[in-house]
């Protein structure tokens, strides 16, 4: 599915709906009607929060326009800056997808304990998958871990050049990776979390095994 909004084009994978439908479908069993609801709430939330890059990334000055794609696990927004961009702007746009994610979030909770919509155990239900998908899967991707959100602002605060502050992201990365998917799985027995920290861990190693020793 392609489209454009806001000037940007946007895709949307199979392969994305099939991921949301299925962590759906671990969170919420077969409840179809919420499970549907979940996917589209999700896609809705992804898109705000890819815009929040895009538009930054626009704000900055860009070589052509930014496109988003929806695919696998994860919303992508791509991008060519005119000039090589400064540390200080890559982490705004790093940062403008969670914050997209996060104000979303307390507007929906905003509305939730304003009590100007009358709720019934699946408006209650849709608030809370909102929230879900919004503030607290932007929390989730400001964690330090590469290849999220806050693991690229975290390497571009870490000192040291672009080999030293790699590794170094790196093995931070592993570290919280483990430490907090152990900690999810312990805590509240999400089956997910573990597999999707795994991965981001495993990856993150088999860089670190291909990246040259770097005199640190």
């Known amino acids: 599915m392609s489209f454009r909004l806001f000037g940007f084009p946007i895709t949307i994978e199979m392969s994305?709906?099939?991921?949301?439908?299925?962590?759906?479908?671990l969170s919420l069993g077969e409840r179809f009607d919420l499970i549907a609801a979940f996917v589209v709430i999700a896609v809705v939330s992804v898109l705000i929060h890819e815009f929040g890059h895009a538009f930054a990334a626009r704000s900055q000055g860009t070589d052509g326009t930014p496109?988003?794609?929806?695919?696998?696990?994860?919303?992508?927004?791509?991008?060519?800056?005119?000039?090589?961009p400064s540390r200080a702007q890559s982490i705004f746009i790093s940062l403008a997808g969670p914050l997209a994610g996060i104000v979303l979030g307390l507007i929906v909770l905003?509305?939730?304990?304003?009590?100007?919509?009358?709720?019934?155990?699946?408006?209650?239900?849709?608030?809370?998958?909102?929230f879900f998908t919004t503030f607290a899967w932007s929390a989730f991707n400001l964690m330090?871990?590469?290849?999220?959100?806050?693991?690229?602002i975290m390497t571009d605060l870490i000192p040291g050049s672009v080999p030293v502050r790699s590794r170094r992201a790196a093995v931070i990365s592993i570290v919280v990776a483990v430490v907090?998917?152990?900690?999810?799985?312990?805590?509240?027995g999400l089956l997910f979390a573990p597999v999707i920290l795994?991965?981001?861990?495993f990856q993150n190693f088999q860089g670190l095994r291909q990246r040259p020793v770097a005199r640190l």
């Open 144 to 152: 330090p871990i590469v290849p999220l959100d806050g693991g690229h």
């Open 110 to 130: 905003a509305v939730k304990l304003s009590g100007v919509i009358e709720e019934t155990a699946f408006i209650t239900n849709l608030f809370n998958i909102t």
């Open 67 to 84: 496109t988003i794609s929806l695919e696998g696990m994860a919303g992508l927004t791509r991008y060519r800056l005119k000039s090589a």
């Open 180 to 188: 907090a998917g152990a900690a999810l799985w312990f805590q509240f």
């Open 16 to 25: 994305f709906l099939g991921v949301i439908g299925f962590i759906g479908f």
């Open 198 to 201: 795994g991965g981001m861990a």
